[in-house]
T-cell receptor, first 112, second 117 residues
Framework: KNQVEQSPQSLIILEGKNCTLQ??????????LRWYKQDTGRGPVSLTI?????NTKSNGRYTATLDADTKQSSLHITASQLSDSASYIC???????????FGAGTRLFVKA | NAGVTQTPKFRVLKTGQSMTLLCAQD?????MYWYRQDPGMGLRLIHY???????AKGEVPDGYNVSRLKKQNFLLGLESAAPSQTSVYFC????????????????FGPGTRLTVL
């Protein structure tokens, strides 16, 4: 069964610190992996997309990595800000198919 | 551009009542989706549409119906609401690329919080 698992479930960090969120998946055949940010009370918004041939991609203070061999991805947030407090959702899509699997998300709290 | 909008934002129903959730997008996207989001779970696909006049079942379609009479609108109906349908409902849309299926970026609405008593 195709699955996407994220860890940790929740995380509390101090403003200015770095953190790394993890995503493991078993989706096959793999098309791409996206990280979405979901603010409280809002819909998810795409941060990055990783395809099979990409290892690292940055979007400002967000850096995503992908290891297609081990089927793992991470999202690293540098110099966290209060506005980074949100849920971060890992989403994996199948090649050519109408199937996209959403992880349950990691809830990040950034404290002053 | 408004992007993806959803109506209403909140709703409380009694068991057995019916309602329709409206989703509209102004990005000329071919694909539209309805998801539900429950605590501790990932977004689950209820129904989707790959074009005007076409709909298909997703992962959790029971108890819901949909219609896409116009390209920009996707309606989700609950014929006889049950407490198990208490959830936050998200509509999303994406453009289509041959062979990509659902792989393109999905743009989400702000959600509808539904409580069924």
């Amino acid at each position: 069964k195709n699955q996407v698992e994220q860890s940790p479930q929740s995380l509390i960090i101090l403003e200015g610190k770095n953190c790394t969120l993890q995503c493991n998946y078993t989706v096959s055949p793999f098309s791409n992996l996206r990280w979405y940010k979901q603010d409280t009370g809002r819909g998810p918004v795409s941060l990055t997309i990783m395809t099979f041939s990409e290892n690292t991609k940055s979007n400002g203070r967000y850096t995503a990595t992908l290891d297609a061999d081990t089927k793992q991805s991470s999202l690293h947030i540098t110099a966290s800000q209060l506005s980074d407090s949100a849920s971060y959702i890992c989403v994996v899509s199948e090649t050519g198919g109408f199937k996209t699997i959403f992880g349950a998300g990691t809830r990040l709290f950034v404290k002053a | 551009n408004a992007g993806v909008t959803q109506t209403p934002k909140f709703r409380v129903l009694k068991t057995g009542q019916s309602m329709t959730l409206l989703c509209a997008q102004d990005m000329n996207h071919e694909y539209m989706y309805w998801y539900r989001q429950d605590p501790g779970m990932g977004l689950r696909l209820i129904h989707y549409s790959v074009g005007e006049g076409t709909t298909a079942k997703g992962e959790v379609p029971d108890g819901y119906n949909v219609s896409r009479l116009k390209k920009q609108n996707f309606l989700l109906g609950l014929e006889s609401a049950a407490p198990s349908q208490t959830s936050v409902y998200f509509c999303a849309s994406s453009y289509s690329t041959l062979g990509e299926g659902f792989g393109n970026e999905q743009f989400f609405g702000p959600g509808t919080r539904l409580t069924v008593l």
